[in-house]
């Protein structure tokens, strides 16, 4: 992550110096989002926000 707190793509470009390859690879290696997390978190939002919306639910069964 950068030092302002913004998360950013991680790459090898020119402006890596011997000073902060170490840090390039690692955050390369070690990304700031956790991907399978936000996924996860995205459906389980979407989730709770339809059970929220006050619709009655079908009685004795499913409906198609």
Same mark, same amino acid.
């Given at each position: 992550?950068?030092?302002?707190?913004?998360?950013? @793509?991680?790459?090898?470009?020119?402006? /890596?110096?011997s !000073?902060?390859?170490?840090?390039?690879?690692?955050?390369?290696?070690? +990304?700031?989002?956790?991907? @399978?997390?936000q996924?996860?978190?995205? /459906?389980?939002? !979407?989730?709770?926000?339809?059970?929220?919306?006050?619709?009655?639910? +079908?009685?004795?069964?499913?409906?198609?």
């Amino acid at each position: 992550m950068q030092e302002n707190g913004q998360h950013h @793509v991680a790459r090898i470009d020119e402006t /890596v110096t011997s !000073a902060n390859l170490h840090e390039r690879a690692e955050a390369i290696a070690v +990304p700031d989002f956790d991907y @399978v997390q936000q996924g996860i978190d995205a /459906v389980i939002s !979407a989730v709770a926000r339809h059970g929220q919306r006050g619709e009655p639910k +079908p009685k004795g069964g499913a409906e198609h």
